[in-house]
Structures are given as structure tokens and as C-alpha cells.
């Protein structure tokens, strides 16, 4: 039975139908769902006994309430009239008051008595800096799962509100729980306090940054999944850490002048020559990065050169450039597929990424030959996208002659385009010889082998719609060609 909406809690109070059935019902509810609101405050002193009345329920073990009233409400008051509470889902967006915290905290013996909490969630505006150190101290050697939501909290500026060591010494202490989420998702309407940050040690937003994300890491030694999203594209700032048995998932916020030197006009994170960011980059498993790439691709080949240079232990790599339709180039290491030998391949991540994803993007021969050589040991290529997205003209032209090592293009031909139109795919080998295919779109649609008189038959007749994707490859290149419904 889950007791009692906002409405059903009023008239609760008022003794009607509701309110007694829960408290007939009391010894065998496990689960509730409680509502304090602000109405409630014009009832004075029965305000208490809204919340007594969970005293009763003797066998509750998970609570959810939704705080929007009582101004020195803590967690701690949750506890201490539930002291057989398992789980705590506490959402409000009043700040928790620091001091009632501190107050309650000075009883240890009291507090430690509830050891029965393994799950807590809450959502609150941020978290100050008593309740951090009790968070830090006491709970995370209770609980196997944390979830915190921080709604109008900076998360540079909640970290000069409560000091560096203390926020360390909580992530250090919220790594050692078994599964974790930490969230600061500042929402757009709050008013930030300051986009400046002052760090009490001299260190930058980033250093800041991953001096918690090796305290999250802890002793565990997990493996990191890092994305980076550009601020200016995604509003919202977003700083995420998430962990589990064998994996620290971490999100972070980029500033422009984070990657970009605005007075040089250059890219600056090969700058950061520092032991705490290059332990960072160094435990990075899969490096994500959201950005707000512009007209060209240079960005891409800055962050491939800066993850080659600085991040030696990267299996998978992703660039998704949201100013270009979400175009996305994913590089990574696929265990089941063979690792060549290459002269040229002189870093560990160099010789170890074997695989290469373009979704949307339509690479020019160029852009294709760097990723040759900065990756001269991908083997398996995969290419996805749409003429009308990505091309002003009905040709496009593919060329991975550059790959030394590929042995599989997996292409994906457009079928849900609208219309009357033809699609062909030409092979053309570097010995000479031409390969081509056709798109039937009868029902089901089809990719069948086609001849070349076909092929210059339609290609002549002015009056079709045609389609043409030129793959430039080696002969001995497996084509795959499959259908999209881009």
C-alpha cells in the first residue's frame, strides 16, 4: 500500500477515510510514499503529526518524500522515526539546513545506531558542508548504493564552498561504496553564482576535477569511461559520476578555453603538463567527446592526436560533432578481430585500435588518410549515413585505399529515402576492376549484383533519379553492403 498522494495526506490529517485505513493497515505497510507540502503548514502543531504518523508504520523499509515545507528537515529525522528504514528516496529543493546537521551529528553514538539504511537517494539543491562530512563519515560505511542528484549547485562552486580536502575525502569515501551516482545538474533556469574558479590549491577547473575522479577510482583501480561535452552546445551543466563493481563512469562540462587557446588560436590541451591530469588520462578506458565542431573537422584530428599522445590506455574512442547533424567517428580496439603488425604504429593505442565507425559523416580522402595515419591498424571499416544529410549532389565517393591492413567495409546503403529514385554502389579495385550493385526497392527491399551496361544503361537515362556510391578499396577488401533506414 502506498499512503498517501498530496491531497489523501490532508485529509489524512483530518482524520477522514484514508488516514485510517494506513493507520489500520499500519503494521503491514513496507513501502510509502509521503508528500509534505507547504498547504500542511496551515495546520500548525498537527504539522508533527504528519510525520509521527510515520513512527507507526513500524515495518516500513523504504520511504519516499517529497519535502517542500519544513525548512530543518535532514534525512537524520527520516531515520530516526524509521529506524528500520532499508531505503530513502528524499527530493526537495530546500537547501539541507547545515546547521541542524551539524547539531544532530554531535551525538555520534545516537547516529551510528542506524545501520539498517542500504539505499539512499536524494535530490536536493546541493549538499553543505556537515552533511558532506556525515555523507563522508558515517553513511558511506552503511549504505551499498548512493544516488545524488545536486540540482542548483555549481560543482566548482560547491567545491570552494566546502574545500577540496573535504570534497576529496568524500569521493574517496563514496568510491568504496558498490554502486554510486553523484550528479550536479544545474538547471537552466538557475542563476549560477559564478562561472570563475578560485581553487584554494592554485589547480584549474579540470585538475580540480580529476583530483575527485582518482579519489572516486579509489583502490579499485576500475577502468574510466570519460565524456567530455561542450558547454557552450549543452547549456546545462552537466557533471556526472557514476560507479559500479568494475567501472567509473564520468561526465564533464568542457569550456571553450579548456581545449581551445582564444589567443593563439590553438588547440592547449596538450598543455596541461600535470602528474594529477596525466594519472586521469591514463586510466581513461573509452574517451567520449560532444562538441561543437564547426565548419570543418580540424577539432576531430586535435582530440585523436591529444588521446594517442595522453590517454596510452584508450580502447574506444568517439567524436561526435553536434554542429554537423551529430556526426559521429568512433575508433576502437575489437577483441575478436586480428591486431597487424606496423612499422608506423609507435604508441600501445596506435597498435591496439583495429576498428572504425563514421555514422552521418562523409570524410573527404584526406581526413580518410590521416585516420590511416594516425590508426594504421584498423581492419574493419563501417560507414552509415544519408545523401540527403550529408550531400548537396547524388555522388559520393569513398576512398580507404590509404588502410593497409583493412580487410571488411560494412556500407550502408539508404533504403527509406521517398521517391523514385535508383541507388548504386560501384567498387572500383586498385587492379582495375569494377564491382557494382543496385538497390531494388520492391518489396522487401534488396541489394543485388548488378552489370555494368545495367549500370550505364540508367546512368544515361536522364530522366531517372540516380544515386552513386564510388568505394575506392583493394580487391582483396571484403564489401558488405547492407541497408539503412536513415
Known amino acids: 500500500m502506498k499512503p498517501l498522494g498530496l491531497y489523501e495526506e490532508l485529509k489524512g490529517l483530518l482524520q477522514t477515510k484514508g488516514f485510517l485505513i494506513a493507520y489500520k493497515y499500519r503494521a503491514t505497510i513496507a513501502s510509502a510514499e509521503f508528500k509534505y507540502c507547504s498547504i500542511m503548514m496551515e495546520l500548525g502543531s498537527r504539522l508533527d503529526k504528519s510525520l509521527n504518523f510515520l513512527g507507526e508504520l513500524k515495518n516500513l523499509t523504504y520511504l519516499t518524500l517529497y519535502n517542500s515545507c519544513d525548512f530543518n528537515l535532514t534525512t537524520l529525522d527520516l531515520q530516526r522515526l524509521c529506524p528500520n528504514l532499508k531505503g530513502i528516496n528524499y527530493v526537495s529543493h530546500i537547501l539541507i539546513p547545515d546547521k541542524m546537521i551539524r547539531e544532530q551529528l554531535e551525538d555520534l553514538s545516537d547516529t551510528i545506531t542506524y545501520t539498517k539504511l542500504e539505499y539512499l537517494k536524494i535530490t536536493v539543491p546541493s549538499i553543505p558542508l556537515h552533511y558532506t562530512r556525515y555523507l563522508t563519515n558515517l553513511l558511506s560505511k552503511q549504505v551499498a548504493n548512493l544516488e545524488i542528484v545536486i540540482s542548483k549547485a555549481y560543482i566548482f562552486d560547491w567545491i570552494n564552498e566546502i574545500g577540496l580536502t573535504d570534497a576529496f575525502e568524500f569521493a574517496l569515501a563514496v568510491g568504496a561504496i558498490e554502486d554510486f551516482s553523484i550528479n550536479f545538474a544545474l538547471d537552466r533556469n538557475h542563476d549560477q553564482q559564478s562561472r570563475e574558479y578560485d581553487s584554494e590549491n592554485g589547480l584549474s577547473r579540470l585538475e580540480s576535477f580529476f583530483v575527485l575522479v582518482l579519489a572516486f577510482r579509489g583502490h579499485k583501480n ?92 584508450v580502447s574506444s574512442f568517439e567524436y561526435v560533432d553536434i554542429h554537423r547533424s551529430v556526426e559521429t567517428i568512433s575508433i576502437l580496439e575489437e577483441y575478436d578481430l586480428s591486431k597487424p603488425d606496423d612499422d608506423s604504429a609507435t604508441s ?94 520492391k518489396t522487401p527491399a534488396t541489394i543485388n549484383p548488378c552489370t555494368s551496361k545495367f549500370f550505364e544503361d540508367c546512368l544515361n537515362n536522364h530522366k531517372l533519379d540516380i544515386y552513386i556510391t564510388t568505394i575506392y578499396c583493394r580487391s582483396d577488401v571484403e564489401i558488405l553492403l547492407k541497408l539503412s533506414q536513415y
Open 222 to 313: 576500475k577502468w574510466c569511461s570519460f565524456t567530455f561535452r561542450d558547454a557552450a552546445a549543452c547549456p546545462d551543466e552537466t557533471f556526472k559520476f557514476f560507479g559500479s563493481e568494475n567501472i567509473l563512469d564520468v561526465q564533464y562540462s568542457l569550456e571553450y578555453e579548456e581545449f581551445w587557446d582564444p589567443d593563439t588560436d590553438v588547440f592547449c590541451m596538450h598543455s596541461l603538463n600535470n602528474t594529477t591530469l596525466r594519472s586521469g588520462f591514463n586510466m581513461i578506458n573509452d574517451f567520449s567527446v560532444s562538441i561543437l565542431g564547426g565548419l570543418d573537422r580540424g577539432l576531430a584530428f586535435k582530440f585523436m592526436e591529444f588521446v594517442i599522445a595522453e590517454c596510452s590506455n
Open 348 to 441: 600501445t593505442i596506435q597498435k591496439r585500435m583495429n576498428s572504425l565507425s563514421i555514422e552521418t559523416a562523409i570524410l573527404e580522402d584526406f581526413e580518410l588518410d590521416q585516420i590511416s595515419q594516425y590508426f594504421p591498424c584498423i581492419v574493419k571499416i563501417l560507414c552509415n549515413h544519408s545523401f540527403t544529410d550529408c550531400v548537396e549532389s547524388n555522388e559520393i565517393e569513398i576512398d580507404v585505399t590509404s588502410f593497409k591492413h583493412l580487410k571488411s567495409l560494412t556500407y550502408f546503403v539508404q533504403s527509406s529515402q521517398k521517391g523514385q529514385y535508383y541507388a548504386f554502389v560501384q567498387c572500383i579495385h586498385t587492379n582495375g576492376d569494377k564491382v557494382y550493385h543496385h538497390l531494388d526497392k
